[in-house]
């Protein structure tokens, strides 16, 4: 699989935020069917300056929502990775955003 196939999208929330900040991990979702070692290699394609220290990978089950009042729907699940990047690497997840 190609690196832009691997990796879906960053994962941006206040917990995301904070570990990014303090622990330098930053969250993605990615494809159902990636590996530790594939993700790896996709985030160090995807940025070059950066260099990988840890992969933890979650699966997040599926869930019923409802919409209307009766009509039941099915959210899939999807697979989340926690990256550790080592000391002193950041990713720049908002490019071109000035504050």
């Avoid at 220290?53 to 929502?65: F, L, Q, S």
């Avoid at 999807?78 to 908002?94: C, E, Q, R, Y």
Wanted: proline fraction near 5%; aromatic fraction near 8%.
């Amino acid at each position: 699989m190609h690196w832009r196939e691997i990796i879906r999208r960053p994962l941006i929330t206040e917990k995301s935020n904070k570990m990014a900040d303090w622990n330098n991990q930053y969250t993605f979702v990615v494809d159902s069917r990636a590996n530790k070692l594939q993700i790896k290699q996709a985030i160090e394609l995807a940025w070059p300056d950066v260099t990988v220290e840890k992969v933890r990978i979650a699966n997040m089950p599926a869930k019923r929502g409802r919409r209307m009042r009766r009509m039941m729907v099915r959210k899939p699940g999807w697979k989340k990775a926690i990256v550790t990047l080592i000391p002193g690497d950041s990713i720049d997840l908002f490019e071109g955003v000035s504050q």
